[in-house]
């Protein structure tokens, strides 16, 4: 008998010491709206006795689970999210099926009212002492263009954007509520801060001679559209405190994307555009005189080429009127050189980006690739960039890292303004009553140029053939932060 009471209490023992091994139990649950529409990338943290027990976020239909928790205890758990309320709820944990459903409710400072201000700290807009604006992602890749700012256009009080005729990928000024100062050597450029990083958004054009020189772009056409989360413009003086003098035009934040704070899995994005444009209004010319001067035609060819860049003749009759090379051709309008001569222009962006979020660890790896045709014939764009944006917490300390790198190669980048090797002015000077055409191909066996004009403008096929430049650049950012939350 005693033996048969000794089993039973072994049995008791192990049955009871299997039951505390499998005390543990998982709390599932979903997130919703006072509308009851599911809340993505909510903050879900457990607590007892104001030890961490557990963490997760909602996915995309407002969904979590946080699991490896003690059956019979009573969990402490808070839920917080941007622009609503965060709760706090106290929930029992039992052996079985733990379900709940949390709401929700907006907060009295709205998620359109939160912006993003200095090192990447978010603050309400109504408690800031200056104007500040901020775009989205959405809003700044709807039309793509090659320099990211030119997507401030037309998006944001009180901010001018200088799109200047000056050639492909050239460079934009951005002025936020006027201009500064009147000296020639002044700047009134805002400061560029990317990650927290200020970035140069200098010019990198040579000294212009007395027509006018080459743009070769500035240092924000590295930017990728596609990479930018938000950009927020710091307007009052009082933003000067941030970062200082060089911030006393202004700010403009960008914040890059990082990994998908909804989604637990692998996340892989593919964004492509193209973008065909197109010079719609070519009708602004005169038809009415030809080639000639003092209200006379040429006579000989060494006449056409004295005044092959003026439009001082007779009036236009069809007759036939000798030319630069020459060649007698009727004395009529070219209607058709504008758009003989320019092509559209293309714009085609790829961006491929792998992004993953756990409870400490976040990235998002990217590269893009943007191509562009110019309307020039022969000026060709091409950019490649790649960008890494990760951290990871461990305790209360979060370590960051940034890195960005761009190589862009440009082709037959123009001359701007009254150069005489600008194929533009070259283009508006050309007498109507000659043929663009006819100057094909701009250079002659030997490979010296050839002329229609005696006067100092270059034949614009010798000018996109011949007289090209390329160039080369490459940039290289990257960035380091640690974050120690004393307070947390």
């Known amino acids: 008998m005693k033996k048969i009471y000794l089993v039973l209490c072994l049995l008791l023992s192990l049955y009871y010491q299997n039951s505390v091994a499998q005390s543990k139990s998982s709390l599932q649950g979903k997130i919703i709206s006072r509308e009851g529409t599911p809340l993505s990338g909510a903050s879900v943290n457990v607590r007892f006795n104001n030890q961490v027990a557990g963490g997760a976020a909602s996915d995309d239909a407002g969904n979590f689970i946080v699991s490896n928790l003690e059956t019979g205890k009573n969990y402490l758990v808070e839920v917080s999210l941007v622009g609503h309320q965060t709760i ?3 929930i029992a944990i039992n052996s079985g099926s733990n379900q709940v459903t949390l709401v929700l409710t907006p907060s009295a400072t709205g998620m359109q009212e939160v912006v993003v201000t200095a090192l990447g700290i978010k603050r309400a807009e109504r408690n800031l002492g200056y104007a500040v604006t901020q775009l989205k992602s959405e809003e700044i890749a709807t039309n793509k263009t090659i320099n990211i700012q030119s997507a401030l256009a037309g998006k944001v009080a009180g901010v001018d954007i200088g799109e200047s005729a000056n050639g492909l990928a050239g460079s934009k000024r951005v002025v936020i509520r006027g201009i500064s100062t009147i000296s020639t050597s002044g700047n009134s ?5 990317i990650d927290g990083v200020p970035i140069s958004s200098s010019n990198f054009g040579r000294n212009n001679d007395a027509g006018g020189g080459i743009d070769y772009g500035d240092g924000l056409s590295m930017l990728n559209p596609d990479n930018i989360e938000s950009i927020s413009v710091l307007k009052g003086n009082a933003a000067a ?23 637990k899995d692998l996340v892989v994005e593919l964004n492509s555009s193209l973008t065909n444009s197109r010079i719609v209004d070519m009708t602004n010319w005169q038809y009415e005189y030809g080639q000639g001067r003092d209200g006379k035609r040429p006579v000989s060819q060494q006449e056409a080429l004295v005044v092959g860049a003026s439009s001082w003749g007779e009036k236009l009759d069809g007759k036939p009127t000798v ?3 020459g060649v007698e051709r009727p004395y009529v309008a070219q209607k058709n050189n504008p758009r003989n001569f320019y092509s559209d222009a293309l714009l085609y962006t790829n ?15 990217s590269v893009g690739q943007t191509d562009s045709k110019d309307f020039v014939p022969s000026g060709v764009y091409k950019k490649r960039n ?13 370590a960051t890292v940034n890195s960005m790198y761009m190589i862009e190669k440009v082709k037959n980048r123009q001359n701007i303004g009254g150069n005489v090797h600008n194929a533009h002015y070259t283009l508006i000077h050309l007498p109507t009553n ?13 490979g010296s140029e050839k002329i229609f004009t005696e ?15 390329e160039d080369t650049k490459n940039r290289l950012v990257n960035s380091l932060g640690l974050r120690y939350d004393i307070l947390d």
């Open 386 to 398: 790649a960008s890494l944006n990760a951290s990871t917490r461990f305790g209360k300390a979060t």
């Open 351 to 365: 961006t491929l980006s792998l992004s993953k979020n756990t409870d400490n660890h976040n990235y998002r790896l």
């Open 455 to 469: 006067g100092a403008i270059t034949n614009p096929y010798f000018v996109i053939d011949r007289m090209y430049e």
């Open 189 to 193: 450029s805002p400061l560029w801060v």
């Open 241 to 263: 405190a941030l970062y200082g003098s060089r911030a006393s035009n202004g700010v403009i934040l960008v914040t890059t994307k990082t990994g998908k704070s909804s989604r």
């Open 323 to 325: 030319q630069f090379d």
């Open 434 to 446: 000659l043929n663009v055409l006819d100057l094909k191909p701009g250079y002659l066996p030997g």
């Open 88 to 90: 706090a709820r106290q």
